[in-house]
């Protein structure tokens, strides 16, 4: 074990260095959702495949984070998360520079491994610089930067495509990303080291297990649930997902080598509930916005950043309360406060999933956005510092890894789950599936600019308007009912036991 000083003098400022590259990450996984359409028509793309832009990078990232998080136990937190940062500043010059979406999304690929490489890292410098009297306060604000980041992400993007076209919300990760790698530099300590071997087979299982269990559900409304590839079907493919990820708990329960999945931070009560309590935030946070975006731009014609900016209320009234949170964290009851998020989270969802309409007023939405802000400003810090407040500090690394995973996993399952909701409340509601959310999204694009004239809402005509905001009303009440998974599993927090160094 090579010696390094165990934490800086100022740990505050390693903290801002950090909390920058990760809310840059955390921005690009929910910044394309305002660029669909722009996206859509530039690279000649359906909607099925624009969801892969941001499926394809989730899915990426979610897969190394259980090994990353040893890699920073390993070689060090600081050397893992600059090596991302570079991979990800790098990759995010690639996404703007491309002329196809097959390229796009191999670009994307890129960049999420990137963001895997870093996001285990902040977490766990946080558990290893601050003192136990100190560390809720600095998870709550590592939770605020969070919920904030996946906030903020379709605001930051109206602005850019409106302003510079679909391919700046990448392009301005690279100066951005160029300030986090001087930061981290300079400001974030270099921290013990440990030997660890690598459990490949445990990556191997747990890779194939995700991606066939995501790629199934994605494609299962495509096809009805038939072949995806020859004889190989929808069913086959989830079942084999779920197959893989049974032998990858197995794997971790008997084998004797360095497990990528120590099994025992499960024993910790709150743990477990906080990792199921993640795994909703992640599914909410990230579904939320398609259906938003999509119904703002294709039925009402707004603009990318008038779209946007519906979303602005819950990003404010969530920067304001994730502080006075944060500092409720220490000595505040976790089942309350978190319970106050979870609830807030999925009543504002049901909310909005009903009063969607093609005439809906901009005042009868504002009420449940704000509801979101509310939801959003309670539930981050108080889940996250619950999460690890009980653990030991050698599974640093190993609880961020595993708490950053299921985080991920929610978000990419949620993206997944989105789509097929979204082409089957369409469906339902106006007799189609993809291809008139593609459509009618492009549609929209050409006549978004012309107002509601000439029997048209928006962009959209008025004898299907009404259908297609009800499809993205219903389908947003998919993660409003998960949500209240997350909700019930945050009412049996326990009190965190008595923390010692």
């Known amino acids: 074990m090579t010696s390094q000083p165990a934490a800086p003098a100022n740990p505050w400022r390693a903290l801002w260095a950090l909390c920058i590259g ?52 390993k070689y060090g937190p600081k050397r893992v998360y600059m090596v991302g940062l570079v991979v990800f500043t790098a990759s995010s010059l690639w996404c703007g520079l491309t002329d196809s979406v097959e390229m796009l999304i191999l670009a994307r690929v ?45 605001i930051i993007g109206g602005l850019l495509v409106d302003g510079f076209g679909w391919e700046w919300i990448f392009f301005i990760n690279v100066p951005v990303g160029l300030i986090a790698l001087v930061l981290a530099w300079r400001l974030v300590p270099r921290l013990e080291t440990h030997p660890r071997s690598f459990d490949w087979l445990g990556v191997v299982l747990s890779a194939c297990g995700l991606f066939l269990l995501v790629y199934g559900i994605q494609q299962a409304h495509g096809v009805e649930w038939g072949a995806l590839i020859g004889p190989i079907t ?19 329960r008997f084998t004797r080598a360095e497990v990528l999945v120590p099994l025992s931070l499960f024993k910790d009560r709150n743990f477990s509930l906080a990792a199921i309590a993640m795994t909703t935030v992640g599914f909410g946070v990230t579904s939320m916005a398609f259906p938003i975006m999509l119904w703002a731009q294709t039925v009402l014609g707004y603009t990318p950043t008038q779209s946007a900016l519906l979303l602005a209320p819950m990003a404010i009234l969530s920067g304001v309360l994730a502080p006075f949170v944060g500092r409720l964290v220490d000595h505040g009851s976790p089942r309350v406060l978190a319970g106050i998020g979870l609830g807030s989270f999925s009543a504002a969802l049901f909310w909005l999933g009903a009063i969607l309409d093609s005439g809906t007023s901009l005042w009868a939405v504002i009420p449940p956005v704000l509801l979101l802000g509310v939801a959003n400003g309670f539930m981050w810090a108080p889940i996250s510092s619950t999460a690890t407040r009980n653990l030991p500090l050698h ?27 979204m082409e089957s409340r369409l469906e339902a509601n106006i007799g189609s599936s993809s291809g008139m959310a593609g459509g009618a999204g492009a549609e929209a694009g050409a006549e978004s600019g012309a107002g509601a004239a000439g029997g048209m809402s928006g962009g959209l005509p008025d004898s299907i308007a009404s259908g297609f905001a009800h499809a993205m009303g219903q389908s947003l009440w998919v993660p409003a009912a998960l949500v209240l998974i997350g909700f019930v599993a945050v009412l049996f927090f326990e009190r965190p036991k008595a923390r010692v160094r």
């Open 395 to 421: 599974y640093a690394g190993a609880g961020s890894g595993v708490y950053n995973t299921v985080r991920q996993v929610g978000a990419v399952l949620g993206s997944a789950a989105i789509a097929v909701a």
């Open 234 to 252: 929808v069913p086959f493919v989830i079942g084999g997902g779920i197959v893989f990820l049974i032998a990858f708990v197995l794997w971790q």
């Open 110 to 154: 890129v960049q999420g491994l990137g963001a895997a490489a870093m996001t285990p890292q902040t977490m766990a410098v946080i558990t290893r610089i601050f003192p136990p009297d100190r560390r809720g306060a600095a998870m709550g604000m590592w939770g605020a930067v969070a919920g904030i980041a996946t906030l903020v992400g379709p």
């Open 22 to 73: 990760f809310f840059m990450i955390l921005v690009d996984s929910t910044i394309v959702s305002v660029a669909i359409r722009d996206i859509m028509g530039d690279l000649n793309a359906d909607i099925n495949a624009v969801i892969w832009v941001t499926s394809a990078y989730l899915l990426a990232y979610v897969v190394p984070l259980l090994i990353t998080g040893r890699l920073g136990d």
